[in-house]
């Protein structure tokens, strides 16, 4: 028995001694063939394998060299052969190989060609089933290191066609290598240049070890430069990079990032950009969007259904032209070409819209781009601690809650400080209809009348406050749109005020008091109060009660507004309470468009009414601006006496 065991165990040496010698002696050149033949078969494209074929033996990872090896495309692709490579050495997995998939560790590949390609049925040549369909018939690739390579991605259907060359540096000052890569090409239909290097091993699926970036790129006209690191170039599971980003407008990020950001002037912006695993932030970042400041965070959680944008900005400087773009006013100068990476639209050519009759269009009418809406939820505070405006515009500063959820965008609350009062409420955009749906709710609450028109030398002495409401609701693609349909209401109040005796004498056409004024100098007279209440019904706003009354005069209005048409149509009656030598005392009309809107008056008519009989005329339309009183000046102002007045003007119910 023991003399059996003996010579098993010199057979099973002699055998082991045998398979040793046969791994070391073997020519596994032999395998060249036989491997190009199971792979053309499991792929229908051929492998040539015309170098040298070497194996090195291990066990869980076996060492595989082979030199001079080309890959075919399948026949739908553009490039006869997916890839070429003078010299490959690869550690492959050979349990996985065992369970009919292919994964490598690391791959050196030397003087690589390869072409990716997409068609536009959604086939990739890198997928190695029949059908180039299958996303698990791809290998696994955790490492990749290359010497002096070009590769190239073509996806037709996305207009996207890239090159690239990649080579190796050695770096003097630290004896360490670098890839050096630059590309060209179109990526999403925008011109693209870019160069930068990294590490000499591309980690592609590495979870662990950070790979070391810094990257230049121009695409159509945005810049982003970055350097940092990114752990899985493939899934870029986690991204710490210090970057700087400039272009055009910030909507033009969306074929970028997929995520819809507001239409702005050009912007640069610095900061530092992280991500870890669906979460993505840009951390104590500075911008310069037009000729506003802005700073703050930003947070993208990928999570849910859609990407969700948290943020907290603060704007040091907030210039108002900047605003322009977000309600549709085109921002770039008259003249400028469009950028390719943008829709043609009679803004972006630089062109005012005008109305069907070719006059000058006013109200903004850039259309907002909701088919993007539905791409982000978003929950945005924004203030604005300075304003930079005209000095037409009496704007302080700003402040809002911006919400996105589900294609509806509100601004609730949204506050601006104007005048040295508060224009204060919230606006409501559905953007899942077609047109979009629009509602605005503000209340205007103690408006300064000196600070509200700083250009008006005649106003600027000027004492009252202005209380008002609008509430709109309406229907359009564009906020000129939306205004043309609207219905609702508008009202404004001035209760208790003075205001420049030379306005309201020209009004008046006192020409005698005029001249008096001219000569002496002009001085304030009480306000008793001042009322603008509108009807509006499908863009056309109707006087409900339009009256200046005053200690010398009262002024009615009457007519419409039509924000379709953009014209005025308004009639001024004059009512004087004082005697004057020279008083014409005819009305005052205001017509045209609101780009260039005429006033003139009717020489030919002269008012009999005395001011108590035209007021009474429109007391009744006062009683709907009782609740602005209520919460303004109260039911004891000039305003209230004269709501007061309307009440006792009602007869009494049958």
């Not at 109200?363 to 000095?391: C, G, H, M, Y």
């Not at 000196?450 to 004492?463: E, G």
């Not at 008002?468 to 349909?485: I, Q, R, S, T, Y």
Request: charged share 20%; aromatic share 6%; with cysteine.
């Amino acid at each position: 028995m023991r003399r059996d065991f003996k010579w098993f165990a010199y057979v099973m040496a002699g055998i082991a001694v045998l398979v040793v010698l046969l791994v070391i002696f073997f020519d596994w050149n032999w395998l060249r063939h036989p491997i190009e033949r199971m792979v053309t078969d499991k792929t229908g494209r051929a492998l040539v394998i015309q170098g040298n074929l070497d194996v090195k033996l291990g066990w869980p990872m076996t060492r595989i060299q082979v030199a001079d090896v080309t890959f075919a495309n399948p026949d739908w692709c553009k490039q006869p052969q997916m890839f070429t490579v003078k010299r490959m050495d690869g550690d492959i997995s050979l349990p996985q190989l065992f369970r009919h998939h292919l994964t490598i560790g690391t791959i050196r590949l030397e003087q690589p060609q390869i072409s990716l390609e997409q068609n536009p049925d959604g086939r990739k040549n890198w997928l190695l089933d029949h059908h180039q369909k299958d996303e698990s018939a791809q290998p696994e690739i955790g490492r990749i290191m290359l010497d002096q390579g070009h590769i190239s991605y073509a996806d037709p259907a996305q207009n996207t066609h890239i090159q690239a060359t990649l080579s190796t540096r050695q770096s003097a000052s630290q004896g360490t290598a670098n890839i050096v890569f630059a590309a060209d090409g179109r990526f999403k239909g925008l011109p693209l240049t870019a160069k930068g290097s990294g590490g000499t091993v591309l980690a592609l699926n590495d979870q662990t070890t950070p790979y070391p970036l810094d990257i230049d790129v121009d695409l159509g006209h945005t810049r982003l430069q970055a350097a940092g690191t990114v752990t899985s170039l493939t899934r870029f599971s986690i991204v710490d990079l210090n970057m700087q980003l400039a272009g055009a407008s910030l909507d033009r990020l969306y074929p970028l990032i997929g995520i819809a950001l507001p239409r702005t002037p050009a912007y640069q912006t610095k900061g530092h950009l992280l991500r870890h695993a669906r979460q993505w932030r840009y951390e104590k970042f500075t911008a310069r969007v037009g000729k506003s400041d802005v700073a703050g965070d930003l947070q993208i959680d990928q999570g849910g259904k859609r990407p969700f944008l948290r943020g907290d900005l603060t704007l040091q400087l907030l210039n108002l032209e900047d605003l322009g773009s977000l309600v549709g006013m085109s921002n770039r100068n008259k003249g400028e070409a469009p950028a390719h990476d943008t829709a043609d639209t009679a803004a972006d050519a630089g062109t005012q819209p005008v109305t069907a009759a070719g006059k000058r269009k006013v109200l903004p009418e850039l259309p907002f781009r909701t088919e993007r809406w539905n791409s982000v939820d978003a929950d945005v505070k924004i203030q604005a601690k300075r304003i930079q405006r005209a000095q037409a515009l009496p704007i302080e500063d700003l402040a809002t809650h911006v919400k996105m959820n589900d294609s509806v965008l509100t601004l609730d609350p949204l506050r601006f400080g104007v005048a040295g009062g508060t224009l204060e409420g919230a606006v409501t955009l559905n953007g899942h209809t077609d047109p979009i749906q629009g509602k605005l709710k503000i209340q205007a609450r103690k408006l300064l009348l000196k600070k509200l028109f700083p250009t008006i030398k005649m106003s600027k002495a000027s004492i009252g406050q202005v209380n008002g409401e609008f509430d709109l609701a309406g229907k359009g693609n564009a906020v000129g749109k939306m205004l043309a349909d609207a219905d609702g209401k508008v009202v404004l109040l001035i209760d208790s005020g003075e205001i420049s005796k030379l306005m309201l004498e020209t009004i008046n056409l006192h020409l005698w008091e005029m001249l008096q004024l001219k000569i002496t100098g002009d001085k304030n007279i009480k306000l008793n109060c001042a009322v603008a209440n509108f009807d509006v019904k499908q863009g056309d706003m109707q006087t409900r009660a339009l009256v200046l009354d005053t200690e010398i005069n009262t002024i009615i209005g009457s007519g419409d507004i039509n924000m379709a048409q953009e014209t005025l149509n308004l009639d001024l009656e004059p009512h004087t309470k004082v005697l004057s030598p020279v008083a014409l005392r005819s009305p005052i009309y205001i017509r045209g468009p609101f780009a260039n809107p005429k006033v003139s008056i009717d020489k030919t008519r002269i008012l009999l009414r005395g001011a108590g009989a035209a007021a009474l005329a429109v007391l009744n339309p006062f009683l709907a601006i009782i609740p602005l009183v209520d919460s303004g000046p109260g039911k004891d102002s000039a305003c209230g006496h004269l709501i007061h007045q309307a009440k006792s003007s009602v007869p009494p119910a049958q």
